[in-house]
Nanobody
């Protein structure tokens, strides 16, 4: 089993910054892509940013220029630096990782429990 634990959410005023962290632990042989998704009340869960093991990144258009995704492969962690936050960024942010647990196991996706980010106007 693999566990993903997010931290760093909270309440911030518009224009402010937050840094989310996600730590992966458990039966990990290697981690391919890691990413962040978000889900606002009554809406679907959408991709925010993703980063491969090689460091290639992809961000949604709505956060380009404001958010940065990074990872520490040695620590099995992924980060989301969020700057110039807007009220529409308010959502629960979920960490996601594509994990290879080694020989005999299928590579599969895991989710964290989510962390709330609230941006006040």
């Amino acid at each position: 089993q693999v566990q993903l634990v997010e931290s760093g959410g909270g309440l911030v005023q518009a224009g402010g910054s937050l840094r989310l962290s996600c730590a992966a632990s458990g039966s990990i042989f290697s981690i391919n892509a890691m990413g962040w998704y978000r889900q606002a009340p009554g809406k679907q869960r959408d991709l925010v940013a993703v980063i491969t093991s090689g460091g290639s990144t992809n961000l949604s258009d709505s956060v380009k220029g404001r958010f940065t995704i990074s990872r520490d492969n040695a620590k099995n962690m992924v980060y989301l630096q969020m700057n110039s936050l807007k009220p529409e960024d308010t959502a629960v942010y979920f960490c996601n990782a594509k994990v290879d647990s080694g020989p005999g196991y299928y590579t599969r996706f895991y989710w964290g429990q989510g962390t709330q980010v609230t941006v006040s106007s």
